[in-house]
């Protein structure tokens, strides 16, 4: 067979044929071969609290320039985890695969979540599998849930930011939300523009050694940074200015948003991290971005500034400081710009 039929859902001999034939063959780490109904995970010595999150992945089309819905789902995970400060270390995964979705476009999934979870050093331990009729699923859906260890008084959170705090973000806006508009309205640029979807665990723990009082980590995925910073603002009680010339951001990116009436602050990224670190760790957080392949990009982009009575600035919020030299309040999504973005 070289379609899904329902039967590879069942529980039967299709579904056992599926799990060792694709699963166990792309992916399959010592635990998941167990065969067992839940993985055993060894908690590795001097952990101190345990980070975990899930997340499902509906992006259409399923396969995009720089990635597929499989990649997206292990490092959109990994990522989560790493904002936390923890070390990724396992992942379930969960395909909601519909009636007819093709053998091989899954095998090919598969292969993209190995590639991935190899780059991070993570293990996929468990999963789970169900087919639902032709027409009702939209070939697949991945729902993926990580866990990783944390050491000792590690606690990041957005309620961390304080005044005076230096805002960076690890490479350019909108590569991810734009690639995938691209696809579906057959936009073509000059250039091949592709989603930035990566693993940036490793990124994270390079900056949290050179940067040991980081306050915050976060992925600007749907809402993209306008929302993050936001989400930070409201946490911590401040406000926070970007300096619009120093976000970085693609000729092609730019174009598009110009084009498609997007404000890039507010495009989904996939693969870039916002950090707030203290002033004078600034620059050596910087400096282990940017030694990371995926933060070669990397900008200081703002700083977090307290509430100001005087001048009426009572409410957290964000500014966008304009090459006009003027400010603009950078506020979140209102509605949905892009939907199945991932």
């Excluded at 936390?84 to 899954?106: N, Q, R």
């Excluded at 789970?128 to 697949?140: A, H, P």
């Excluded at 959170?157 to 909108?174: H, K, M, W």
């Amino acid at each position: 067979m070289d379609k899904i039929l329902l039967a590879h859902g069942s529980g039967g001999i299709q579904m056992r044929d599926l799990i060792e034939q694709v699963f166990y063959d792309t992916y399959g780490s010592d635990l998941l071969k167990r065969g067992d109904d839940a993985a055993v995970l060894p908690l590795p010595p001097h952990a101190a609290n345990l980070a975990f999150t899930t997340d499902t992945f509906v992006v259409t089309p399923h396969f995009f320039p720089g990635g597929d819905i499989g990649r997206l789902a292990v490092c959109g995970t990994v990522n989560d985890i790493a904002t936390s400060g923890a070390k990724p270390l396992w992942l379930s995964v969960a395909f909601t695969l519909e009636e007819g979705f093709a053998l091989d476009d899954l095998r090919r999934i598969c292969t993209s979540m190995a590639e991935a979870a190899r780059e991070a050093d993570v293990l996929i331990v468990t999963g789970d599998t169900k087919v639902v009729n032709r027409g009702q699923g939209d070939g697949i859906y991945i729902t993926t849930s990580g866990v990783g260890v944390l050491t000792p008084n590690v606690q990041l959170s957005g309620e961390n930011c304080q005044p005076g705090d230096a805002i960076l973000l690890s490479g350019t806006l909108g590569d991810h939300g734009i690639a995938i508009v691209s696809c579906r309205e057959g936009l073509s640029f000059t250039t091949t523009l592709e989603s930035d979807a990566a693993p940036l665990n490793h990124l994270v723990a390079a900056v949290l050694e050179a940067a040991p009082n980081a306050r915050c980590f976060r992925d600007p995925t749907r809402g993209g940074l306008a929302s993050t910073l936001n989400e930070f603002a409201r946490q911590s009680n401040t406000i926070l200015e970007v300096d619009e010339e120093a976000v970085p951001l693609k000729d092609q990116v730019r174009g598009a948003c110009d084009m498609l009436g997007y404000d890039v602050f507010q495009v989904a990224n996939e693969g870039k991290m916002v950090c707030v670190v203290p002033a004078k760790e600034a620059q050596a957080a910087l400096a282990a971005m940017r030694q990371s392949p995926y933060g070669q990009d990397a900008a200081l982009i703002g700083e977090v500034c307290a509430l100001d009575a005087a001048s009426g600035d009572t409410n957290p919020r964000v500014y966008l400081r304009t090459a006009f030299g003027s400010k603009r309040i950078l506020d979140m999504l209102v509605g949905e710009q892009l939907p199945r973005i991932c």
